[in-house]
């Protein structure tokens, strides 16, 4: 199974980051739709009949109880 290190997760950490300021400036108006819709299509969020769905990436398709918490 694949292992996250240091590297790995301080830049899993710093696009969490920045997808969260992203998110933050749309719902504060600073960003517009049609801006916000390629950034939050690129981290995986999307929306159908008003329910939105969060795709996330698993390394190869496997997880351990630490990394599902």
């Known amino acids: 199974m694949y292992q996250y290190d240091a590297f790995d ?29 390629p950034l939050r299509l690129m981290n995986g969020l999307y929306i159908q009949l008003h329910a939105p769905m969060l795709r996330i990436a698993i390394p190869n398709g496997q997880l351990n109880s630490v990394q599902l918490r």
Do not use: V
């Open 9 to 37: 997760q301080t830049l899993i950490e710093e696009r969490a980051a920045q997808f969260r300021q992203q998110t933050t400036r749309y719902l504060d108006g600073t960003l517009t739709e049609e801006q916000y819709l």
